[in-house]
């Protein structure tokens, strides 16, 4: 099975964040079942980009962030290079989700064409997806564990304090 992992687990798995012990429950099954994890190459701009921004807000430590680091490509997550079929998929589902930026659509693109699933923390991402009749986009809350996991699209960093939702 193809699973395609938002930055937000995968960030779940280094920061302590709400839904980090879901996260790396399903990293560990998605390992033991043999699936292959893959992901945009943004995911790794994102990852760094977020591990930065809790450095900053003395969330996590530059040795933490380092190790973090190393722990999550250790994972060995395929970061797949983008062709113009799919930045064009992905043009066509920043629309369909009414989003500005092609970000969250990247996943999306990139899932689609692999027949897979998406896995993402953004429950607002995966209802309207899900709304849309894609059942292949799956929340991290959605076993029912936690009704109340995450219900914003992006980290929050404010006032030094990391906030998973905001």
Not at 20 to 44: F, H
Request: charge should be neutral; glycine fraction near 6%; hydrophobic fraction near 50%.
């Amino acid at each position: 099975m193809n699973i395609v992992i938002d930055a937000n687990i995968a960030l779940a798995l280094v920061v302590p964040l709400p839904y980090s012990s879901l996260a790396a429950q399903r990293v560990k099954v998605w390992k033991e079942t043999e699936a292959k994890i893959l992901a945009p190459v943004l995911w790794g701009y994102e990852i760094v980009s977020e591990l930065r921004k809790a450095l900053v807000a003395q969330a996590i430590s530059p040795a933490g962030a380092s190790a973090g680091l190393q722990m999550l490509w250790a994972l060995n997550i395929e970061q797949v290079m983008p062709t113009l079929a799919l930045h064009q998929s992905a043009l066509r589902w920043a629309e369909r989700l009414g989003q500005r930026v092609v970000y969250d659509a990247s996943y999306l693109a990139l899932t689609e064409v692999l027949r897979g699933e998406f896995w993402t923390a953004d429950q607002p991402l995966a209802r309207n997806a899900q709304q849309m009749g894609e059942v292949w986009v799956r929340w991290i809350g959605e076993d029912g564990s936690r009704t109340e996991i995450c219900n914003c699209s992006a980290f929050s960093w404010k006032c030094g304090k990391i906030r998973a939702c905001v």
